[in-house]
Nanobody, 117 residues
Framework: QVQLVESGGGLVQAGGSLRLSCAASGRISSSYAMGWFRQAPGKEREFVAAITWSGGSTYYEDSVKGRFTVSADNAKNTVYLQMNSLKPEDTAVYHC??????????WGQGTQVTVSS
């Protein structure tokens, strides 16, 4: 299994920045990539960004392109999500997840991000 712990959420004004961290432990060798997802109240969970452990390939949801940056520190088994130019619609619980070859298998407990207008 892979254990994931997110941190770095909080309350920020619109236009501000936050950096989320996701520390992974356990059977990390089974993890091909790491993803960030978010879920706002009353809405379905949506994909935000992802990065592969091996080559650092990155993927972003259209609404965060140019504002969010996903990165990984393999030595620390930690993935980051740098969020700039935050908007009220970015308010959500953000989860990181570990992806095997076919699907996201393990999830963190989430961290709350609240952007005030």
């Amino acid at each position: 299994q892979v254990q994931l712990v997110e941190s770095g959420g909080g309350l920020v004004q619109a236009g501000g920045s936050l950096r989320l961290s996701c520390a992974a432990s356990g059977r990390i060798s089974s993890s091909y990539a790491m993803g960030w997802f978010r879920q706002a109240p009353g809405k379905e969970r949506e994909f935000v960004a992802a990065i592969t452990w091996s080559g650092g390939s990155t993927y972003y949801e259209d609404s965060v392109k140019g504002r969010f940056t996903v990165s990984a520190d393999n030595a620390k088994n930690t993935v980051y999500l740098q969020m700039n130019s935050l908007k009220p619609e970015d308010t959500a619980v953000y989860h990181c997840a570990s992806r095997g070859l076919q699907r996201y298998e393990y999830w963190g407990q989430g961290t709350q991000v609240t952007v005030s207008s």
